[in-house]
């Protein structure tokens, strides 16, 4: 619905009934309504229009809420997979499909959600060490393990790194 609401410029406010249906009016004064829900014969991730109330009238100039950074980074995620960097060409095609205008703060905003994503989190990283750690503790009892930080002016050094000793 996201992709509809983007790609046609029509900006709809959405209110959750409950977790099978959804309210989407329009934002502004024209009378349109949709009512949709679940269905359970079809799938769990497939919606069914219930009621159409009226035409809708919009302004295709208006800015979208939707069309934020965590959705545009969701449609760019497949592009940085492939070309591993943000250049003018991923830019383009949303100027392109969306008619859309990025900041320069939106676009940074993009490429960290986007990289966050791909290569993950550096905190949730720091995390698994500790939990690796744990685990090496429990297969060897008696033992301790620790996590050492290296400081980043140690040329030898390539970052974390588990500690066993007996």
Not at 85 to 106: C, G, Y
Not at 139 to 150: D, L
Request: glycine share 4%.
């Amino acid at each position: 619905m996201t992709w509809y609401f983007v790609l046609n410029h029509k900006p709809l406010w959405l209110t959750s009934n409950d977790n099978q249906r959804l309210n989407v009016k329009c934002a502004f004064s024209c009378n349109f309504s949709l009512w949709i829900a679940k269905d359970d014969k079809l799938s769990e991730t497939d919606w069914v229009v219930k009621r159409v109330d009226r035409n809708h009238n919009y302004c295709p100039d208006v800015k979208i809420r939707l069309c934020n950074s965590t959705f545009l980074a969701k449609v760019l995620e497949g592009k940085f997979r492939l070309l591993s960097e943000l250049d003018l060409a991923a830019v383009q095609f949303l100027f392109q499909i969306f008619k859309i205008k990025i900041s320069r703060n939106s676009g940074r905003n993009i490429k960290e959600k986007v990289l966050r994503k791909i290569n993950g989190d550096d905190i949730e990283q720091f995390n698994l060490c500790h939990t690796y750690c744990q685990e090496l503790i429990k297969a060897h009892p008696g033992s301790t393990c620790f996590v050492e930080s290296v400081e980043p002016n140690k040329p030898t050094d390539h970052g974390l790194h588990p500690s066993i000793t007996n």
